[in-house]
């Protein structure tokens, strides 16, 4: 794996817990009154949608083939073509 792979992961799985620990203080604030405060929920949502975007790019990052070099520009002719 690529040291990009690794720190996308890192990312997703920190993201992954911060989502859940906001979950967890949503729940006890949940216990007290039904209505969660606006910066739990948001903090909470985006945790879990911007994670599985960090997996899917690597995912992406290992299927393409632009990362094993195997994408070179075309030779370039020996000729030069003259402007018409």
Do not use: K, N, W, Y
Not at 28 to 47: I, K, N, T, Y
């Amino acid at each position: 794996m690529d040291p990009a792979d690794h720190t996308l992961i890192v990312a997703a799985m920190v993201l992954l817990f911060g989502g859940f620990v906001t979950g967890v203080f949503m729940s006890v604030d949940r216990a007290s009154e039904p209505e969660v405060p606006r910066s739990f929920r948001l903090a909470h949502q985006a945790a879990f949608m911007q994670a599985p975007l960090l997996l899917g790019v690597v995912v992406v990052l290992r299927l393409s083939s632009m990362t094993d070099g195997s994408m070179r520009p075309p030779p370039s002719s020996s000729t030069p073509r003259p402007c018409s």
